[in-house]
């Protein structure tokens, strides 16, 4: 299974410069930065089958990761 990469340059290759610098230095940015990764990367092991998951809890992983990645846009919009 061919999994797909989520990873915030990815998802915002337009923007990879201000999420570089505000993952330096804007604390909030930095930690939900991590947050998502951590997420993604827990998503990533479900889908290619390291672990074992439930649908109905890979699902809501992905909303918990969609709101981040929404969350990080919005930082990223308005810096």
């Known amino acids: 299974m061919i999994v797909a990469d989520h990873s915030l340059v990815n998802e915002f290759p337009a923007h990879v410069d201000q999420?570089?610098?505000l993952n330096l230095s804007d604390d909030?940015?930095?930690k939900l930065y991590?947050?998502?990764h951590e997420l993604d990367r827990e998503i990533r092991r479900i889908e290619e089958g390291l672990?074992?998951?439930a649908d109905e809890?890979?699902?809501g992983l992905k909303k918990q990761?969609?709101?981040l990645?929404?969350?990080l846009y919005e930082r990223i919009k308005a810096a």
């Open 19 to 21: 999420i570089q610098e």
């Open 69 to 71: 990645k929404d969350d």
């Open 51 to 53: 672990e074992a998951a």
């Open 57 to 59: 809890t890979l699902e």
């Open 65 to 67: 990761r969609l709101q």
């Open 28 to 30: 909030t940015f930095h």
């Open 34 to 36: 991590n947050q998502y």
